[in-house]
T-cell receptor, first 112, second 114 residues
Framework: GQQLNQSPQSMFIQEGEDVSMNCTSS?????WLWYKQDPGEGPVLLIA?????ELTSNGRLTAQFGITRKDSFLNISASIPSDVGIYFC????????????FGTGTRLQVTL | DGGITQSPKYLFRKEGQNVTLSCEQN?????MYWYRQDPGQGLRLIYY???????QKGDIAEGYSVSREKKESFPLTVTSAQKNPTAFYLC?????????????FGSGTRLTVV
C-alpha cells in the first residue's frame, strides 16, 4: 500500500532548538493529521488539518496543510527532552470509505 | 473514560504456535484496524473492519486472521504460517461517519517468538 514520504527520516537536535519536518504525497488529501509515538506506546494525535493552506498550533507545535493538498509540515519550537519519539503524518479523504495513509515516520532525538 | 485497550502488553510465543492478541474499544467506533510495526519502521496495515461481521485484508494479511463478532472487539490471531511474527502490534479504531477524523490507537502488544 501507499506510504507518504516523510523527511528527514531521523534527526538529533539539542534541547531548545526548533525542529521542522515534512510529509509529501503523490495524491491529494482533504485532511492531514500528525501523530506522535512515544517509545513502546501507540501513536497519539497531535494536530488535525482540514483545509488547504490552514496553519494550526497546539502549544509548541505548529502544522500546515500544504496549498497543493499534497503535503504538510510540522514545526516544533524550543524542543525539550520529552519531544523524543517518532512523528507520523497521515492523510485521508474524509467522507469516503478510505483509510488513513501513514507516512514513513521521523524519529526525533533530543540531546541536553 | 473511553478508550481502546490492547492486551497483553508483552507476549512470548514458541515457534509453530498460534497466538491471539486482544483489542477492545468502548468508543462506539464502527471501524477497527490492526497494524504491524517493526523496529525503526512505519505502520503496515494487516486487517481492518468497518462493520461487525465484516473485515478486509490489508497490505500484509498473510499468516494472520481476525474476527469481528462484536462492535467492541477485534482480536488478531498470529498463526504459525506467519514466518516472522516478532513485532509490535497496534490496534486502532475510528468512526466511519463523514467528517470522522483520525484513529485512536491502543498502547500496543509486543510479540516475541522464542
Amino acid at each position: 500500500g501507499q506510504q507518504l514520504n516523510q523527511s528527514p527520516q531521523s534527526m538529533f537536535i539539542q534541547e531548545g532548538e526548533d525542529v521542522s519536518m515534512n510529509c509529501t504525497s503523490s495524491s491529494i488529501f482533504n485532511t492531514w493529521l500528525w501523530y506522535k509515538q512515544d517509545p513502546g506506546e501507540g501513536p497519539v494525535l497531535l494536530i488535525a488539518l482540514y483545509k488547504a493552506g490552514e496553519l494550526t498550533s497546539n502549544g509548541r507545535l505548529t502544522a500546515q496543510f500544504g496549498i497543493t493538498r499534497k503535503d504538510s509540515f510540522l514545526n516544533i519550537s524550543a524542543s525539550i527532552p520529552s519531544d523524543v519519539g517518532i512523528y507520523f503524518c497521515a492523510g485521508i479523504n474524509t467522507g469516503t470509505a478510505s483509510k488513513l495513509t501513514f507516512g514513513t515516520g521521523t524519529r526525533l532525538q533530543v540531546t541536553l | 473514560d473511553g478508550g481502546i485497550t490492547q492486551s497483553p502488553k508483552y507476549l512470548f510465543r514458541k515457534e509453530g504456535q498460534n497466538v491471539t492478541l486482544s483489542c477492545e474499544q468502548n468508543l462506539n467506533h464502527d471501524a477497527m484496524y490492526w497494524y504491524r510495526q517493526d523496529p525503526g519502521q512505519g505502520l503496515r496495515l494487516i486487517y481492518y473492519s468497518q462493520i461487525v461481521n465484516d473485515f478486509q485484508k490489508g497490505d500484509i494479511a498473510e499468516g494472520y486472521s481476525v474476527s469481528r463478532e462484536k462492535k467492541e472487539s477485534f482480536p488478531l490471531t498470529v498463526t504459525s504460517a506467519q514466518k516472522n511474527p516478532t513485532a509490535f502490534y497496534l490496534c486502532a479504531s475510528s468512526t466511519t461517519e463523514a467528517g470522522g477524523y483520525g484513529y485512536t490507537f491502543g498502547s500496543g502488544t509486543r510479540l516475541t517468538v522464542v
